[in-house]
T-cell receptor, first 113, second 115 residues
Framework: NAGVMQNPRHLVRRRGQEARLRCSPM?????VYWYRQLPEEGLKFMVY????????ESGMPKERFSAEFPKEGPSILRIQQVVRGDSAAYFC???????????FGPGTRLTVT | AQSVTQLDSQVPVFEEAPVELRCNYS??????LFWYVQYPNQGLQLLLK??????LVKGINGFEAEFNKSQTSFHLRKPSVHISDTAEYFC?????????????FGRGTQLTVWP
């Protein structure tokens, strides 16, 4: 059973460009969470999605950030017009319905130059 | 919102020594508790979890943790560490009964094991 997959593992963008981060949850998992890890800090919750629904986006910046989890395909975290402060590691986690354990992917390390 | 405090940002120890990594949380509701380990440039791996039952939980790699409700703590312990235990350790909390399931993380403790 493959784990949570994220790609790309490393992403370099110039200021003003768009970043698209992808996450494929573990097989059978219908819940996806996105977290951001800034240097020297723990992980901060961003958004919680189920298939075709955003359940909780209270941790998402109000502008430039969006997330989706379509019926088919991976979950996407999209950052428009990136700025240097967006440089961080972005982790995706998945869980099966009704369980509290979350299984994490390897992360995407975004660098904005 | 939950607050998770990991009291030590860095813990250096010698190989084969015991170690304790401290975690306290603030909560007026029941919680689930987790410890994750992160090796350099990798994702988080679940070490152990407390959901219910015995307050002493055992995890992978010889780690264990004890849930203390009165002190709102969930300290991680290992009686004898190895060089390979060098990593960042994160304590996390989820609110029991919440439909949202988000995890609240501490800032992490860097464990460095010296030969």
């Amino acid at each position: 059973n493959a784990g949570v997959m994220q790609n790309p593992r490393h992403l370099v963008r110039r200021r003003g460009q768009e970043a698209r981060l992808r996450c494929s949850p573990m097989k059978g998992h219908s819940h996806v969470y996105w977290y951001r890890q800034l240097p020297e800090e723990g992980l901060k919750f961003m958004v919680y999605l189920q298939k075709e629904n955003i359940i909780d986006e209270s941790g998402m910046p109000k502008e430039r950030f969006s997330a989706e989890f379509p019926k088919e395909g991976p979950s996407i975290l999209r950052i428009q017009q990136v700025v240097r402060g967006d440089s961080a590691a972005y982790f995706c986690a998945s869980s099966p319905k009704g369980q509290y354990e979350q299984y994490f992917g390897p992360g995407t390390r975004l660098t904005v130059t | 919102a939950q607050s998770v405090t990991q009291l030590d940002s860095q813990v250096p120890v010698f190989e084969e020594a015991p170690v304790e990594l401290r975690c306290n949380y603030s909560s007026s509701v029941s919680v689930y508790l987790f410890w994750y380990v992160q090796y350099p440039n990798q994702g988080l791996q679940l070490l152990l979890k407390y959901l219910s039952g015995s307050t002493l939980v055992k995890g992978i790699n010889g780690f264990e943790a004890e849930f203390n409700k009165s002190q709102t703590s969930f300290h991680l312990r290992k009686p004898s560490v190895h060089i390979s235990d060098t990593a960042e350790y994160f304590c996390a909390v989820s609110e029991r009964g919440s439909t949202l399931g988000r995890l609240y993380f501490g800032r992490g403790t860097q464990l460095t094991v010296w030969p």
